[in-house]
C-alpha cells in the first residue's frame, strides 16, 4: 500500500531539487561575462533534459537494478522490479523523478568550471555521460544496494554521490580543457577576470539555499513515523546551521585575508557549507554541523585560491572547491561527528577509526573510478569534435559564436538596439504636423571667424557621490544644459588595490561621472573655479577637468548653428 504523505513529501522534494537548475543557471551566469550568459543558461537547461531520458533509458536500472555490488542491470524504459529499493509506500515513479532530479544536479556542476570556452557540441556530450554511465555506477555502490552501502558507508544525501562526482567531472575537464584566454599572464600570474551580474550571483545561492531543504530534508523519502519526522527536522536545521556558519566563517576569514569581506567568496561559502553538511545532515548534531560549517568556510578560500595560482586551473565559479573539496570533507567529517543516532559513530563519539575509515574508503574509491572514466570521456571529445572553442570564438563570446545570439541583454545598455527598417539614407519622415522650427531663419556658422562667439567644451570627471553638487552648482552659475555619462576609469595610481576571489585586480577601474559642458557667455574660468571648489576633498579620486576648443555648435530640432544651438527659447 502507497502512503500518501511519503509519496507527496518525494514529489515536493523532487520539485524543489528541480528547481535548483534555476538556482545554478543564475549563480554561473552571474559569476561568468556577460557575453556568455546565453550559454550559460542553454548548458543549465539542456544538461536536465538530455540528463532525463539518459536516466531513464540506461542510467536509472544501472543505479537501482538488482545486478551485483559493482553495478545494476541493463533495464531500458524501466520495466525490472524494484521493491527492493524502494522506500516505504512511494510509488516507482515518484522514486525515478526523485532520482532523476538528483542525476541532473551532479551533470550541472560541471558547466560552471568549464564555462566561457568549452564547445556547446562537447558539453552535450559529456552530460550525458555522466547521466548515462558515470553517475548511475557510483551511485549504486552509495545507494543502489553496492558494496560500499554494504560496508556501511553514509552519504545520506549525496555530498559524494552528487556533488563530488560532479567536482571531480568538473576538475578533471578544467584541466584538460586549460584556463580562459587572459586568466593568466606570461608568467603564470592569475589575472582577475570579474563576473558580470552579482546580483544573478546571489539570487542563485539564495535560490540553491531555499532547494537545499528539499534536496537534504526530502531524502527522508518518507514522513510517516515519529522517527522520520524528527530526522527531517534535524536535517532542516543542520542544513541551515552549517550554510550559515560558513558564510560567518568566510566573511571574517576574508576580511583579514583580503582587508575586506569578499561577497563573491562569501557566497560561495554558503554552497560550500550546504554541500559539506549533505553527507551528514542526519548523523551529527547542531555542533556537527557547525564545525562542518567552519571547516567549510575556511577551505573554499584556500581551495579557490590554490586551483586558481598553484593548480593553474581556472574555474570562474569556483565549482571545484565547492563540490569537490567540500563534498569529499563534508563526507568524511562524517566519520569524525556522526553521534550514533542514525549511523554508526564517529569517532569524536566513541566510534573508533572504523567508520572514519569506510567514509575515506568511499571517498577515494568513487574519485578514482570517476576521474578514469571521466577522463576517458574527455579525451575522446577533445580528438574528435574537439572540446574547446576557438580562440576567436572564445574571445567574441559563446553566445554569438555557439548560439548566434547577440547578446543576452538586448534593450539593456549594455548593448545598443541596432535593429531598423532598411531605408532610403536620403529619406526624411515627418510626425504629425511640420515643426513650427522649420520657419525659423537659420544662421550657420561654418567655421571660426573674427568676430564669432567662442565655444568652449568643459569635461569634468569626478565621483557619482559629487554629482548633485555639480549640478547645482553649475545652474546657479547660468549653465542650464549639460551631458551625464557614467564611466569606468582611473588615474595614473591606478585605483587602491582590490581582490576578487584571491587574485589582486591589477588596474581598478572606479566608476565616475562625465559631465560634459559647452559654454560661450560664461566665463570658461568661472566654470573651472566653481567645478574645483565643489569637487575637491583632497584626497585621491577627485577627479579631472579637461578643456577643449570647438569649432561649431548645430542644434538638431531647427538647423540653428553657432550661439544660437545654445539657446533653448520657444
Known amino acids: 500500500m502507497y502512503s500518501s504523505v511519503n509519496t507527496i513529501w518525494v514529489l515536493f522534494g523532487a520539485a524543489l531539487v528541480f528547481f535548483m537548475q534555476a538556482g545554478f543557471s543564475m549563480c554561473e551566469a552571474g559569476f561568468t561575462r ?11 537547461l539542456m544538461d536536465f533534459c538530455i540528463g532525463t531520458p539518459a536516466f531513464w533509458l540506461v542510467g536509472f536500472g544501472l543505479m537501482f537494478g538488482s545486478g551485483s555490488g559493482i ?57 550525458a555521460a555522466i547521466s548515462l554511465l558515470i553517475y548511475p555506477i557510483s551511485g549504486h555502490w552509495i545507494w543502489g544496494g553496492g558494496w560500499l552501502s554494504q560496508m556501511g558507508f553514509h552519504d ?33 600570474k592569475p589575472q582577475a577576470i570579474l563576473g558580470h551580474n552579482l546580483t544573478f550571483a546571489a539570487l542563485g545561492v539564495f535560490i540553491l539555499w531555499f532547494c537545499w531543504f528539499g534536496f537534504n530534508g526530502a531524502s527522508t523519502v518518507g514522513m510517516d513515523s515519529d ?12 542544513t541551515n546551521m552549517a550554510a550559515a ?22 557566497y560561495n561559502a554558503a554552497l560550500a557549507g550546504l554541500v559539506g553538511i549533505t553527507a551528514g545532515c542526519d548523523a551529527v548534531d547542531a555542533v556537527g554541523a557547525a564545525v562542518i560549517g567552519i571547516v567549510c568556510g575556511v577551505l573554499i578560500v584556500l581551495a579557490v585560491e590554490f586551483f586558481d595560482k598553484v593548480a593553474k586551473i581556472d574555474d570562474p ?23 550514533g543516532v542514525t549511523t554508526e559513530a564517529g569517532m569524536f563519539y566513541g566510534g573508533g577509526v572504523h567508520f572514519l575509515g569506510i567514509q575515506v574508503l568511499g571517498v577515494l574509491s568513487v574519485a578514482v573510478y570517476v576521474t578514469v572514466i571521466i577522463t576517458i570521456v574527455f579525451l575522446a571529445i577533445k ?9 576567436e570564438d572564445e574571445i567574441a563570446g559563446l553566445d554569438v559564436s555557439e548560439h548566434g545570439l547577440l547578446t543576452a541583454y538586448a534593450g539593456f545598455s549594455m548593448l545598443p538596439d541596432t535593429i531598423s527598417e532598411d531605408v532610403d539614407a536620403n529619406t526624411v519622415y515627418t510626425v504629425g504636423d511640420v515643426p513650427e522650427a522649420e520657419a525659423i531663419p537659420v544662421k550657420k556658422v561654418p567655421a571660426f571667424e573674427e568676430g564669432t562667439p567662442k565655444f568652449t567644451k568643459v569635461e569634468i570627471v569626478c565621483k557619482e557621490s559629487r554629482l548633485e553638487p555639480l549640478k547645482a552648482a553649475m545652474m ?51 566654470v573651472i573655479e566653481t567645478a574645483k571648489k565643489v569637487l575637491y576633498t583632497g584626497h585621491i579620486g577627485d577627479g579631472k577637468i579637461f578643456v577643449y576648443d570647438v569649432e561649431n555648435v548645430v542644434k538638431i530640432r531647427t538647423g540653428e548653428e553657432g550661439f544660437d544651438a545654445l539657446q533653448d527659447v520657444e
Not at 568538473?170 to 580562459?180: D, E
Not at 522520520?228 to 543542520?238: C, D, I, K, P
Open 245 to 266: 556558519v560558513a558564510c560567518c566563517v568566510t566573511l571574517i576569514f576574508t576580511w583579514i585575508r583580503y582587508k575586506k569581506p569578499d561577497v563573491s567568496m562569501t
Open 71 to 127: 553495478i545494476g542491470s541493463f533495464d531500458p524504459l524501466i520495466r525490472g522490479d524494484y521493491s527492493q529499493v524502494l522506500p516505504s509506500g512511494v510509488p516507482l515513479w515518484a522514486f525515478a523523478i526523485f532520482q532523476t532530479v538528483f542525476c541532473a544536479t551532479s551533470a550541472t556542476i560541471v558547466s560552471g568550471a568549464m564555462a566561457e570556452r568549452t564547445k556547446f557540441s562537447a558539453y552535450c556530450i559529456y552530460s
Open 383 to 391: 580528438y574528435t569534435i574537439g572540446l574547446r572553442a576557438d580562440a
Open 317 to 339: 565559479v569556483g565549482a571545484i572547491s565547492v563540490h569537490c573539496v567540500c563534498g569529499a570533507t563534508g563526507t568524511i567529517l562524517t566519520g569524525l561527528f556522526a553521534t
Open 156 to 188: 545520506f544525501a549525496g555530498s559524494t554521490a552528487v556533488h563530488m562526482v560532479g567536482g571531480i567531472c568538473a576538475l578533471i575537464g578544467a584541466k584538460i580543457l586549460g584556463p580562459r584566454i587572459g586568466k593568466y599572464d606570461k608568467n603564470g
Open 227 to 238: 522517527a522520520l519526522m524528527e530526522t527531517a527536522g534535524r536535517v532542516f536545521f543542520n
Open 476 to 526: 546657479n552659475l547660468g549653465i542650464t544644459g549639460m551631458t551625464v555619462s557614467h564611466v569606468l576609469g582611473c588615474g595614473v595610481q591606478k585605483g587602491k588595490p582590490e581582490y576578487y576571489r584571491g587574485v589582486q585586480v591589477e588596474a581598478n577601474l572606479l566608476p565616475k561621472i562625465q559631465v560634459e559642458i559647452v559654454v560661450s557667455k560664461v566665463p570658461v574660468r568661472s
Open 34 to 44: 556577460a557575453k556568455n550568459t546565453g550559454n550559460i543558461l542553454m548548458k543549465n
